[in-house]
């Protein structure tokens, strides 16, 4: 709920270069057979920047350029980004290429090399064709267009069947302010944080101080909230940048309208998270779980993410089977304050569970139900008054092939 006076306001057809002063660009480079693998976001200015990475031990470097070129002095110019090879597990020659592509990209935009980020997604252990990206690199030619946005969209891609992006526009200071954003990632989800790319481009005014806190509490409340297998990648990464060309006063937790831009960074990050887990690999479903009743905001999303990471309650939804019990199992054991003669379920509009005892209900129906391409859970844990949501998907046949072949 916004407190703020100033709602976000959809804008369907804006991309990552909506923002102002934002351009991007994508390209075949030879890393793929035939397909986009390597591309750009730039801002014609320096803009305030902040990331979130994954807690994976063993996280791949360009993660560990990113983070140097942040620490310089918390601004970016570019995002350089490739697909196909993730550089992780790479050892020295690995963060030796990261390092490579950033200067190469800050050479051929003609910035300082601390104000290029690094991501690079695909197979892991093997090395970068560092040749290959260098010539891409000098092919990229970052354009304002959505044509362009397309092209970087994808270009980022994998296992991927959809490209995934979003926007919105809001008034800040009598302004108009727009979050964009662009992400990949269909397996290896069960971010905390984050196992995808997710990219944030907009214009607002605000220091990198204030946007690191704007993004870290939204992401608890969207990417870190999504779940397709419980895997955790090496590579993967959230990246906001701010230029500023909206020309706002200065956005800080003080600003009267700083719920608007909070607000309109997590609507932006809401949509790519299930944008995400709706393109799980082999799923056909999305499935949103809602817990209310929860002691905590934090354990309710403790336990809407262990229902629909649930492989049973997956398998469940999949086969369009209303049993209940996988759900309940799921919640017995979080690590959450649960009353064992308390708890409510609903799957979709039919109440399955009231107080822990079974209800009647039309199997038949909710079959039906449990066919749609998009299923909601809803449980009431009812020992308290915080709630959260989760997001996830089925799990198929088709996971598998895609997984056993992922190499060839």
């Given at each position: 709920?916004?407190?703020?006076h100033k709602?976000?306001?959809?804008q369907k057809?804006g991309?990552?270069?909506?923002?102002?002063?934002?351009a991007?660009?994508?390209?075949?480079a030879?890393l793929?057979?035939?397909?986009?693998?390597?591309g750009v976001i730039?801002?014609?200015?320096?803009?305030?920047?902040?990331?979130?990475?994954?807690?994976?031990?063993?996280q791949?470097?360009?993660?560990?350029?990113t983070k140097?070129?942040?620490?310089e002095?918390?601004?970016?110019?570019?995002?350089?980004?490739?697909s196909?090879f993730?550089n992780a597990?790479?050892?020295?020659?690995?963060?030796?290429?990261a390092?490579?592509?950033r200067?190469?990209?800050?050479q051929?935009?003609s910035?300082p090399?601390?104000?290029?980020?690094?991501?690079?997604?695909?197979?892991?252990?093997?090395?970068?064709?560092l040749d290959?990206i260098?010539?891409?690199?000098d092919r990229?030619?970052?354009?304002p267009?959505?044509?362009?946005?397309?092209?970087f969209?994808?270009?980022?891609?994998?296992t991927?069947?959809?490209?995934k992006?979003?926007?919105?526009?809001m008034?800040?200071?009598?302004k108009?302010?727009?979050?964009a954003?662009?992400?990949?990632?269909?397996?290896m989800?069960?971010p905390?944080?984050a196992t995808?790319?997710s990219?944030v481009t907009?214009d607002?005014?605000?220091?990198?101080?204030?946007?690191?806190q704007?993004?870290?509490?939204?992401?608890?409340?969207t990417?870190n909230?999504?779940?397709?297998?419980g895997?955790t990648?090496?590579?993967?990464?959230?990246?906001?940048?701010?230029?500023?060309?909206a020309?706002?006063?200065?956005?800080?937790q003080?600003?009267?309208e700083?719920?608007?831009f909070?607000e309109?960074?997590?609507?932006?990050s809401e949509?790519?998270?299930?944008?995400?887990?709706?393109d799980?690999?082999?799923?056909t479903?999305?499935?949103?779980v809602?817990v209310?009743g929860a002691?905590?905001?934090q354990?309710?999303g403790?336990?809407?993410?262990?229902?629909v990471?649930?492989d049973?309650?997956?398998?469940a939804?999949?086969g369009a089977d209303?049993n209940?019990g996988r759900?309940?199992q799921a919640?017995?054991?979080?690590?959450?304050?649960?009353d064992?003669d308390?708890?409510d379920?609903?799957?979709?509009?039919?109440?399955?569970l009231k107080?822990?005892?079974?209800l009647?209900f039309?199997?038949?129906a909710?079959?039906?139900?449990?066919?749609s391409?998009q299923?909601?859970?809803?449980?009431?844990?009812?020992?308290?008054h915080a709630n959260?949501k989760?997001?996830?998907?089925?799990?198929?046949?088709?996971?598998?092939k895609?997984n056993?072949?992922y190499?060839?």
């Open positions: 709920m916004l407190t703020s709602a976000p306001e959809y057809a991309d990552i270069t909506s923002p102002k002063g934002f991007a660009a994508g390209l075949h030879g793929k057979y035939k397909r986009n693998d390597l730039y801002s014609e200015t320096p803009a305030s920047s902040a990331a979130v990475y994954t807690l994976n031990h063993f791949a470097a360009p993660l560990k350029v140097n070129s942040i620490e002095e918390g601004k970016l110019q570019a995002i350089v980004v490739n196909a993730a597990c790479t050892g020295k020659q690995g963060d030796d290429d390092f490579a592509m200067k190469h990209m800050a051929h935009l910035i090399e601390h104000y290029v980020a690094v991501a690079s997604t695909g197979v892991i252990g093997e090395y970068l064709p290959k260098k010539t891409g690199i990229l030619a970052p354009k267009t959505l044509e362009a946005a397309d092209d969209n994808r270009a980022i891609l994998t991927d069947l959809i490209v992006k979003t926007c919105w526009t008034e800040i200071d009598q108009e302010v727009t979050i954003g662009a992400a990949k990632g269909s397996g989800i069960h905390n944080m995808m790319l990219f907009t607002a005014n605000i220091s990198p101080q204030a946007l690191h704007a993004l870290r509490e939204v992401t608890d409340k990417f909230r999504i779940t397709v297998d895997e990648s090496t590579n993967d990464m959230v990246l906001v940048m701010a230029n500023g060309h020309e706002n006063d200065e956005l800080t003080d600003h009267p700083w719920e608007t909070v309109g960074l997590r609507q932006t949509d790519l998270a299930k944008m995400i887990a709706r799980g690999e082999g799923a479903k999305l499935i949103e809602q209310d002691e905590s905001e354990e309710a403790e336990v809407a993410k262990k229902i990471g649930s049973l309650v997956k398998t939804v999949y209303a209940w759900i309940i919640i017995g054991h979080s690590n959450a304050k649960v064992p308390a708890v379920i609903w799957i979709g509009p039919f109440q399955v107080e822990s005892r079974p009647p039309s199997e038949e909710a079959t039906e139900y449990l066919k391409e299923v909601t859970i809803k449980v009431d844990l009812n020992v308290g959260a989760a997001w996830g998907c089925d799990l198929t046949y088709d996971y598998i895609i056993a072949s190499r060839t």
